[in-house]
């Protein structure tokens, strides 16, 4: 509490022990009394110990992460390259049952000159099991452009399949690598697309069913969300004996079609009594969008 009302201060400790702010509520600011100085125990030593208002670390930090440790958890990662048009594929190995962690992660930005512009790209992650019928049953997933993008959830001795999508944002092809962190090692391996039947058409057209969130036209359904993931999906259920023709638009800017649709359009025939999925990627610079539909029936 100050004489001018209430502030919330922020206490950091830089680890290298050597540089601290010195902006309001530094060691040296002015705004500390004597007695608020007593109180708090702010010296002028270059410590590394430091405060900062609530205003002015919102203003300068950008991300917060808290290390998560478990004494019997054992870590293995795996090393792997892509470029931005294709995503990588891993099979996982989960042998016990338990919490496990996967991080993907890029090069450090205190490895690039801070002139070099260098940026951490947008990661994506699709997480599903492999059921006894070789089928994806949607787990989890994440899409963040940060040097460790991580997903996790309690899985069971199994076989998993992990999609990686880094969209590089420089030009040409980077290694990154993949880690576990659970009760297990994990045995993962990268594989070929092309061993892999329809991955993430399985998967969101089994997420949007979990997720159920559903408009019902009274011919048709219609699930679509903007997920967490990256993507973007519309599944279509056809109830009616007649042929749906659906054009969805997006005007504005953040969510763009995949072949073979075109960026800002796509276009959904769902015959009779069949269903059908749509999916678009998201931009990580947010959106700013709205949706058209244009829905015909052809008998």
């Known amino acids: 509490m100050t004489n001018t009302g209430p502030v919330h201060l922020v206490k950091i400790r830089n680890p290298w022990g050597n540089f601290e702010w010195d902006g309001h509520w530094s060691d040296k600011s002015p705004l500390w009394t004597p007695q608020l100085r007593q109180l708090h125990g702010v010296s002028q030593a270059d410590d590394g110990v430091f405060y900062m208002s609530l205003a002015d670390f919102k203003t300068h930090f950008n991300d917060i992460q808290i290390c998560y440790v478990e004494d019997t958890f054992k870590y293995s990662s795996l090393k792997a390259r892509s470029t931005s048009r294709n995503g990588v594929y891993f099979k996982l190995r989960v042998n016990r049952e338990s919490q496990y962690y996967f991080s993907v992660n890029q090069e ?21 099991q492999i059921d006894a019928r070789g089928e994806y049953i949607p787990i989890g997933g994440a899409f963040k452009a940060d040097m460790e993008v991580w997903c996790g959830s309690r899985l069971a001795p199994g076989e998993y399949i992990l999609y990686t999508k880094i969209s ?4 040409g092809g980077f290694e990154f690598s ?45 699930y679509t969300e903007v997920s967490d993931f990256g993507f973007a ?5 056809n109830r009616s004996a007649s042929t749906i023709e659906e054009e969805i638009q997006i005007i504005g ?19 009779p009594n069949s269903s059908e999925l749509v999916l678009a990627n998201l931009s990580h610079n947010g959106i700013n969008c709205s949706i058209a539909y244009k829905t015909r029936m052809i008998r």
């Open 253 to 271: 800017n953040g969510i763009k079609f995949k072949t073979p649709h075109q960026h800002d359009t796509a276009r959904a025939v769902i015959k």
């Open 168 to 171: 590089w944002i420089r030009a």
């Open 178 to 222: 993949l880690s576990s962190y659970g009760e297990e090692e994990v045995v993962m391996e990268t594989i070929n697309k092309s061993a892999l039947n329809n991955f993430r058409r399985q998967f969101f057209t089994k997420f949007a069913l979990q997720r159920n969130k559903v408009q019902d036209t009274g011919q048709f359904l219609r």
């Open 108 to 128: 450090s930005k205190r490895k690039f000159p801070k002139n070099s512009g260098y940026a951490y790209s947008p990661v994506k992650m699709l997480l599903a």
């Open 233 to 237: 999906y519309w599944y279509y259920v």
